[in-house]
């Protein structure tokens, strides 16, 4: 796990060379990444489809928690950790 | 290469058999740099023998439709191809994630936007050392690490992600940690760095590269400690030497499971070196649609599975976990292509591997013999 989570203002980033993509062979979404191909459950799509380059980890969250009907405190640490999880792997970026 | 799912192969595909994830096409075998460890066949295929544009255009589309998600565009040098933008955009409109493995030695500033331009995903340059004596040296093209250096920076201006690949062997270890240094510095966002597997051109070079124990150990520590390092700067992927390992690697993730590698005219191989077991016969895509190639053609089904397993394979317990290791070394090694990787500590060849990774490790006297363009 992380050492701490991502603060609400910052901005998710899908870097270049990332792409969203449907897999019609397999029939599921993918993210594609240099070297990379990551199985997305219906968890992780829905938080990147919400990455748009200007909504904040806080307005994701809000619209998540609203979408699923679950608590933002839940959502958050769901959403923190798939998110460092691909930072670390220089898969997402943030921006402060 | 390295491909990895989270989540286990799902479901869709023809009597068990997975459909592939990634496609290497070696779009031609020119080069002007002379790796002695490069991985193409000794015996190359000439320029008028390469596939044309329209065939690896239909290509891609098939590979797409079968499954394939990442294309890796490679060589030979595939910038030589004078219609490596028409080629890129044909993999881009097939819907395939499209990686460039190159050189970089033909690469212009014009070229690369020409490249942005068509879609091109992603970019893997190789590295043959960390200053021009020793890159040249080792590529045997005075002046190619001026230009690699060159267009590095053009890439990375360009806005493409960037993947180093150093491949590193006794004569240029002692440069791993300037080059994962180096790398950082392009902002690379990967590295790869990979010990000469020797296939091709490398096993005729295996006294002159092979590195000793002791430098395959520390490169291991040197990349673990770097990974540590620069987590979420920088990922590192580590291909270790395996003369010095007691396991052999789960060679293309499984025969015919996950890859596949089409060469410049055509030829649809289970692996880069696959060519070198003589009892195989390849399918062309000009005469058979490449689904049947991947789900029925004779060199895929031949080491799919277990079945084709001898002892000490076909009892132990790793069997599923890498295959029996890889089947060309099997055969450059144990001169039968079904025997178990000899590299491997159950391997009744095994004792002879390390005596063999020892001596060539000492060998002072062999030099570097240079692959020769057909």
């Known amino acids: 796990m992380p050492d701490s989570a991502l603060p609400a203002e910052a901005v998710p980033v899908i870097p270049r060379g990332v792409r969203l993509h449907h897999d019609h062979v397999r029939d599921g979404w993918v993210l594609l990444a240099p070297e990379r191909t990551i199985r997305l459950d219906p968890i992780g799509l829905a938080i990147l489809r919400q990455i748009d380059g200007t909504a904040s980890l806080g307005q994701i969250v809000a619209t998540l928690a609203e979408a699923y009907d679950a608590a933002p405190e839940q959502i958050t640490g769901d959403v923190d950790a798939f998110l460092q999880g691909l930072m670390e792997r220089r898969i997402l970026e943030v921006r402060p | ?374």
């Open chain 2, 1 to 374: 290469m390295t491909e990895t799912l989270t989540a286990p192969e799902p479901t869709k595909s023809r009597r068990g058999i997975p459909a592939p994830i990634a496609m290497l096409a070696e779009l031609t075998h020119r080069c002007p740099l002379s790796c002695p460890y490069c991985s193409n066949p000794l015996e190359m295929v000439r320029r008028d023998s390469e596939l044309s544009t329209e065939t690896w255009a239909d290509v891609f589309r098939q590979a797409a439709d079968l499954g394939v998600l990442q294309l890796h565009l490679s060589g030979g040098e595939p910038a030589a191809r004078r219609d490596l933008v028409d080629l890129v955009r044909a993999a881009r409109d097939a819907g395939l994630y499209t990686n460039l493995i190159t050189s970089a030695i033909g690469l212009t500033q014009k070229r690369l936007a020409e490249l942005d331009e068509a879609g091109l995903d992603h970019v893997q340059l190789s590295l043959q050392g960390t200053d021009a004596e020793m890159a040249d040296r080792i590529g045997g093209y005075q002046g190619g690490f001026k230009r690699k250096m060159q267009a590095a920076q053009w890439i990375v201006e360009a806005g493409f992600p960037l993947t180093l690949n150093a491949v590193v062997h006794r004569q240029n270890l002692h440069q791993l940690p300037e080059a994962i240094e180096m790398a950082v510095q392009m902002k690379a966002r990967r590295m790869e760095v990979a010990i000469v597997q020797f296939h091709g051109w490398a096993m005729l070079n295996r006294g002159a590269m092979m590195p000793t124990r002791e430098q395959a150990q520390e490169a291991g520590r040197i990349v673990a400690e770097a990974r540590e390092r620069l987590k979420g700067t920088m990922v590192i992927d580590y291909v270790p030497a395996d003369y010095h390992d007691d396991y052999p690697k789960r060679c293309m993730g499984g025969w015919g499971t996950t890859g596949l590698n089409i060469t410049p005219d055509g030829l649809v191989l289970p692996c880069h070196a696959a060519q070198t077991i003589p009892s195989l016969t390849f399918d062309n895509v000009a005469d058979r649609p490449l689904a049947e190639i991947w789900y029925e053609g004779a060199a895929f089904q031949a080491y799919r599975g277990t079945d084709w397993m001898q002892e000490p394979c076909r009892s132990c317990e790793r069997r599923t976990v890498d295959f029996g290791g890889c089947r060309c070394q099997a055969m450059a090694l144990a001169g039968d292509p079904a025997a178990t990787d000899p590299v491997c500590i159950k391997s009744p060849l095994h004792h002879k591997v390390v005596e063999m990774a020892e001596a060539f490790s000492e060998d002072e006297e062999t030099p570097l013999t240079y692959r020769v363009n057909a």
